[in-house]
Every structure is written in structure tokens, then in C-alpha cells.
């Protein structure tokens, strides 16, 4: 059966500080890793990887893949009040039937 | 661009009743997939609809059951509703351009779904 694990489940900082989240994963016939922030409902796409050792930023928010040893990592830096989520990693799966797996999420909570 | 949206937003059930769930993709996109996140978890896969067929299942019952229509919008059907089926559930759209690229999904704002 198909596995990611996250950790840490909950995370409490302040602002400005830099934050690590990690995925690790098991699942046949890997595709892509994607990290989602969730805020209220809808969980908002942020990166999707696909090879590597390829890293993806977008602002503050850089993650990398490590195929190799089955985990990617979720930075941020420069931490603000708005940051505070759950954060989302989800593995892309199957072939035809492409499928999500999703592991439980990080709670961080950015105080000021 | 028209975002994916759901309906409706909150819903309230006895146990044993049916709900049916909706889901408008967005624009452009043709296949959408349906999960359920329970409290405290994260979002587990039911099903995917690609092209008005079922094309993948996640470990839920035939009591969770489906439809996309030709316009790609989407239901979630769930009969013999049960306690432990209070939930969020979300519906996500990507685009399949049938060649077996990897593609984003984007998810709606949900519904949630009590039962009592």
C-alpha cells in the first residue's frame, strides 16, 4: 500500500524564522511529489517534482526532491503570520489511473 | 478562468440516508478526482473520472459511487450514509492530455458533510 509520512505533525514559530518540513514516501510506479498549503478548505497547489534533486522556489518557498533516498523537503523562509497552514504532501502515482496518496500534513503556526 | 467549485458547501445527513455531492471543474480541464479528509488527516483518494468512466478507485465501498458528465462537471454519490463518513470531501480537476504526462490538480473549496 502506498505510503508518505510528514513530520513534524505540528510546528510552532516565530516570524522570521526559517522552517524544514519533510515528506518521506513509499509508493509503486513513482510520478511527482506536490506540496499544497491548506488554510481553510480548498488545499492550494504550491511546487510539484519530478525528478531529482531539482529544486523548485517560488518567493520564500523552495522544496527538493530526493528520489534516491524517497523524500523532499518543504522550506520556508523568513516566516509570516500568513505562512500559518497545514502543509500538504501528496505523491503522484499509477500509470493510466494517476492517483494522489497524501500524507497527514504539518500544522505550522507562525506567531508574531 | 473559472476556478473549480463545489456544492454545496455545508450538508447535514442522518445516518442511512444518500447525499449526492457536485463538482464544476475548471475551465479547460477534463478530469476530476474526488477525496475525502477526514478531521486531522490528510485528503484520501475515492475515485478519478476521465472522459465520463471511472479511472481509478481508492479503498472506499460501491456505496461511494460517481458520474462526470459530458461538460467534465462531476457527482460523488454516497448511499447508506455512516457515522464515520462525516468529512470534508474534495474534488479536484486537472487536464489529461492522454499522454501519459504527470499533471497539477487543483482542488475546490469542498463540501462538509455531518452525519448524525
Redesign the interface.
Known amino acids: 500500500e502506498d505510503k508518505?509520512v510528514?513530520s513534524p505533525l505540528s510546528l510552532v514559530v516565530h516570524e522570521g524564522d526559517t522552517v524544514t518540513l519533510n515528506c518521506s514516501y513509499e509508493v509503486t510506479n513513482f510520478?511527482?511529489l506536490?506540496w499544497?498549503k491548506q488554510e481553510k478548505?480548498?488545499?492550494?497547489?504550491l511546487f510539484?517534482l519530478?525528478s531529482s534533486g531539482i529544486e523548485k522556489k517560488s518567493g520564500r518557498l523552495s522544496s527538493i526532491l530526493d528520489k534516491k533516498e524517497l523524500f523532499s523537503i518543504l522550506n520556508i523562509t523568513a516566516t509570516q503570520t500568513g505562512d500559518s497552514a497545514i502543509y500538504?504532501c501528496?505523491v503522484?502515482s499509477?500509470?493510466?489511473?494517476?492517483?494522489?496518496?497524501?500524507?497527514?500534513?504539518t500544522l505550522l503556526t507562525v506567531n508574531p | 478562468e473559472t476556478g473549480v467549485t463545489q456544492s454545496p458547501t455545508h450538508l447535514i445527513k442522518t445516518r442511512g440516508q444518500q447525499v449526492t455531492l457536485r463538482c464544476s471543474s475548471q475551465s479547460g480541464h477534463n478530469t476530476v478526482s474526488w477525496y475525502q479528509q477526514a478531521l486531522g488527516q490528510g485528503p484520501q483518494f475515492i475515485f478519478q473520472y476521465y472522459r465520463e468512466e471511472e479511472n481509478g478507485r481508492g479503498n472506499f465501498p460501491p456505496r461511494f459511487s460517481g458520474l462526470q458528465f459530458p461538460n467534465y462537471s462531476s457527482e460523488l454519490n454516497v448511499n447508506a450514509l455512516e457515522l464515520d463518513d462525516s468529512a470534508l470531501y474534495l474534488c479536484a480537476s486537472s487536464l489529461d492530455r492522454g499522454l501519459a504526462e504527470i499533471y497539477e490538480q487543483y482542488f475546490g473549496p469542498g463540501t462538509r458533510l455531518t452525519v448524525t
Not at chain 1, 478548505?41 to 497547489?45: I, W
Not at chain 1, 499509477?94 to 500534513?105: D, E, Q
Request: charged share 15%; glycine share 18%.
Open positions: 508518505v510528514q510520478r511527482s506536490l499544497y478548505k480548498a488545499p492550494t497547489f510539484m519530478t500538504l501528496a503522484g499509477g500509470g493510466s489511473n494517476y492517483k494522489l496518496t497524501f500524507g497527514k500534513g
